[in-house]
Nanobody, 115 residues
């Protein structure tokens, strides 16, 4: 059974940093496209950052220059380094793995940016 387990969320002050991790199991991690999404209360889930199996990355305009996605295929793990956090970054962050018609989600981790 495929599992994506996120960690690293929490409460941080504006301007602070957090690093999210997502460990995958029961998939051939290296061939999957990996992404981080977020969903704030009352809003739709949105793509934050993605890292394809081919090595390409893309980011939502709202996080460009502040967030960095990376992956370690040897550890079956994808990361999201978040810097200069703003209150509007507050959301539940979800890890996603997708390949063709295979699409898997983690359970989510809460990130709260508040003073």
């Amino acid at each position: 059974q495929v599992q994506l387990v996120e960690s690293g969320g929490g409460l941080v002050q504006p301007g602070g940093s957090l690093r999210l991790s997502c460990a995958a199991s029961e998939i051939i991690f290296s061939i999957y496209n990996m992404g981080w999404y977020r969903q704030a209360p009352g809003k739709q889930r949105e793509l934050v950052a993605a890292y394809t199996s081919g090595g390409s990355t893309n980011y939502a305009d709202s996080v460009k220059g502040r967030f960095t996605i990376s992956r370690d295929n040897a550890k079956n793990t994808v990361y999201l380094e978040m810097n200069s956090l703003k209150p509007e970054d507050t959301a539940v962050y979800y890890c996603n793995a997708n390949l063709l018609h295979h699409n898997f989600w983690g359970q989510g981790t809460q990130v709260t940016v508040s003073s």
